[in-house]
């Protein structure tokens, strides 16, 4: 199923009582993940244990598209800021 998804808005959606139960299925195109439920100190966990592998925001359900300065893990302001080096 998830070799089928074409992203462009879609989601998958599943209920889990440990989020340890989504560490085997994200994958690196993963994005954003809406939650509801969890304490801010397991979802901090569970992004820990990612190591990276996926998941680039974690947001309650409801909050998916809000804008942030970092955005899909990167952020904007360092990458759309020029600075300029002198070297005495």
């Not at 959606?13 to 954003?32: A, G, M, P, Y």
């Not at 569970?46 to 309650?60: S, T």
């Not at 759309?80 to 002198?86: H, L």
């Amino acid at each position: 199923m998830r070799d089928q998804h074409c992203g462009g808005g879609l989601f998958i959606e599943t209920e889990v009582k440990s989020l340890n139960e989504l560490i085997s299925i994200v994958q690196s195109k993963d994005q954003t993940m809406s939650v509801f439920g969890f304490s801010q100190e397991k979802l901090k966990e569970f992004a820990w244990e990612l190591a990276g592998l996926g998941i680039d925001r974690i947001v309650p359900i409801g909050q998916a598209l809000t804008f942030n300065s970092v955005w899909d893990g990167y952020d904007l302001m360092t990458y759309f800021t020029k600075e300029v080096y002198v070297l005495k």
